[in-house]
């Protein structure tokens, strides 16, 4: 994953763990988070607004906090008390967005807001001031301690693991399929034109599984456009990527001179899993983000997620090591299941359907009043939106759509293949 020079430059690495003055950092505090991705720095941010006597230290390995990703949510997936918490960090704003599948284009009028790395790490760092630490590698952690690459050992009262995919449940745990994508920020010769962001494009040639174009309009003349892919693997196909991008632009009209950034990723589609045994993996060690399994089990949006534990963690009474784990724990099972119904929809995606008509299955979605799609986005679909969602026509095979549907046990080996 590239990082953009001016986020480097904005945040040059620390040394600390490295051999020069590391016996001048405390070895006591209240809460180490280890990771300065979006999930621990929303957990910084409530707790130095909620706790501020604490003694906090946050340590991320990259040059900068946040790495080099884009944070996007819907305007309805959030509280207002939310909103105005998160709108320190917030880079781009646009009323409305539009989805693309063949032979229907649709506008819809729900508002849509992103975060951009380079800002999230400029906040943070104003925020948070030294208790963030960039640069620091860290080769183990427990429940109070954790261990840096130059040899130094940091204790606190509690620690808190958010180092993402680094972290995340072995393969016997949870079954997934993957979003993957390869995004480029490019300046275009000439206006684009775009108002507000194209979530789904999928009226272009449909490859390994069901592709769409993301569109986000940063200024007149500059979008970020990614390719993206759900697929049943993980595999990086950058050069590939580049080159749909390319035609993509092209076929819009659009004539780019400059990529001004890329950024390239997977996010876990969760198809099964078995939660309590991703916990006792944990050994006490309590977990934030896609570690957790803490994002929208069908979408990979991770913010209202991150921000509910934030909250959560920010009104405990006790951080201790223990009862922090233990209210973790319960907070993230409870989000499992409450998510029972996206891992059905998504084994219907991943299974019941071959990988190139998987679009049928967002594009009926999508022709569903908007304000169940906004409920479905948010993470919170009534019963009766449940049953409008899995009621008609179906956009595959009914008998592939029950087996999939069936199929709860995908991550044990000793399950039925799948359908």
């Known amino acids: 994953m590239n990082v953009p020079p001016a986020v480097a430059a ?8 490295a051999g020069r003055d590391a016996s001048s950092l405390e070895t006591a505090y209240d809460l180490i988070l280890v990771g300065a991705g979006l999930a621990n720095g929303l957990i910084a941010r409530a707790l130095r607004r909620a706790r501020p006597e604490l003694r906090l230290l946050v340590l991320e390995a990259g040059a900068a906090a946040g790495g080099n990703h884009t944070w996007s949510f819907h305007d309805t997936d959030l509280t207002t008390a939310q909103h105005e918490s998160v709108a320190p960090l917030v880079s781009h704003r646009w009323q ?11 506008r819809l009028a729900g508002g849509y807001q992103s975060i951009a790395s380079t800002h999230f790490s400029e906040v943070l760092h104003r925020e948070l001031g030294p208790a ?9 952690v427990t429940a109070r ?5 130059g040899g130094r050992r940091l204790r606190a009262h509690a620690v808190i693991d958010g180092r993402g995919l680094a972290a995340a449940p072995a393969p016997e745990r949870v079954a997934l399929g ?7 920020e ?13 979530l789904m494009d999928a009226d272009v040639e449909q490859h390994d599984g069901y592709r769409f174009v993301y569109v986000l309009p940063m200024g007149p003349r500059t979008a970020l456009v990614e390719d993206t892919y759900y697929a049943d693997d993980a595999r990086g196909q950058p050069e590939i990527w580049r080159r749909r991008i390319a035609e993509y632009c092209a076929q819009q009209g659009w004539q780019p001179v400059r990529v001004l950034r890329e950024e390239q990723g997977v996010l876990p589609i969760v198809l099964s899993g078995d939660a309590q045994a991703v916990w006792d993996d944990a050994r006490g060690v309590p977990r934030a983000g896609l570690a957790a399994n803490l994002f929208h089990p069908t979408t990979g949006y991770s913010l209202p997620e991150a921000l509910r534990l934030a909250e959560h963690i920010a009104a405990l009474p006790d951080l201790s090591a223990e009862p922090l784990f233990a209210a973790v724990r319960a907070h993230a099972l409870q989000r499992w299941s409450d998510q029972g119904f996206f891992r059905g929809l998504n084994r219907m995606l991943f299974l019941a359907a071959p990988p190139t008509e998987r679009w049928r299955v967002m594009a009926r979605f999508y022709r569903l009043p908007e304000p169940l799609i906004a409920r479905f ?17 179906p956009p595959v095979p009914v008998g592939a759509a029950l087996r999939a549907l069936r199929a709860v046990r995908l991550h044990d080996s000793h399950a039925p293949t799948r359908p």
Do not use: C
């Open 186 to 198: 490019i300046r275009f010769a000439e206006p684009h034109g775009l108002t507000a962001p194209i």
């Open 377 to 393: 986005y948010a993470g919170r679909p009534s019963a009766l939106d449940k049953l409008r969602i899995l009621s008609g026509k």
């Open 132 to 140: 963030l630490r960039t640069g620091v590698a860290v080769t183990r």
């Open 96 to 106: 409305g967005h539009a989805v693309r599948f063949p032979g229907f284009h649709r």
């Open 178 to 184: 993957y979003q993957r994508f390869l995004g480029q």
């Open 10 to 17: 904005q945040a040059a690495p620390d040394t600390l763990g």
């Open 145 to 149: 301690e954790v261990d840096l690459a």
